[in-house]
């Protein structure tokens, strides 16, 4: 967990102690939707919108948009990623939710490929 770029110890516990067990969720949108950042979409205008979710875990929520603010800043990737995403038209927040969104599937899969490490092996 903490190889993942902007994520430090404390947050790294943080995910852990608010996720509890990734074996609760069942693929990384349902895992997603727990922490809040599964799109939602907006039909008030033309224009094909998404915005966060006010619902799901808030803590797990403020431990992705730390590291997704420090990726923003400081991971050539995750500033790419939020380049051209601007470029291509979105706000500065719809960017973030978007890295955000994309850092949920990055600690779920870090959290289960934990999950295969830690398990003890049958004699």
């Known amino acids: 967990m903490i190889a ?8 790294a516990a943080k995910i852990l102690g608010e996720t509890a067990s990734v074996l609760r969720f069942h693929s990384a949108a349902a895992y997603a939707r727990h922490n809040g950042t ?3 979409p907006v039909w008030s205008s033309n224009r094909a919108r998404h915005r966060l979710s006010r619902f799901g875990n808030r803590q797990l929520n403020a431990a ?18 939020v380049a051209r995403r601007k470029a291509g038209g979105d706000g500065g927040l719809e960017a973030l939710r978007v890295l ?22 049958a004699a």
């Open 4 to 11: 993942i770029p902007g994520c430090a110890s404390l947050t």
């Open 38 to 40: 599964a799109p939602l």
């Open 64 to 81: 992705l948009h730390r590291i997704a603010m420090t990726q923003a800043r400081c991971h050539p990737p995750a500033r790419d990623l």
């Open 100 to 121: 955000k969104r994309r850092l949920s599937d990055v600690v779920y899969q870090a959290l289960r490929a934990d999950l295969v490490t830690r398990q003890p092996v």
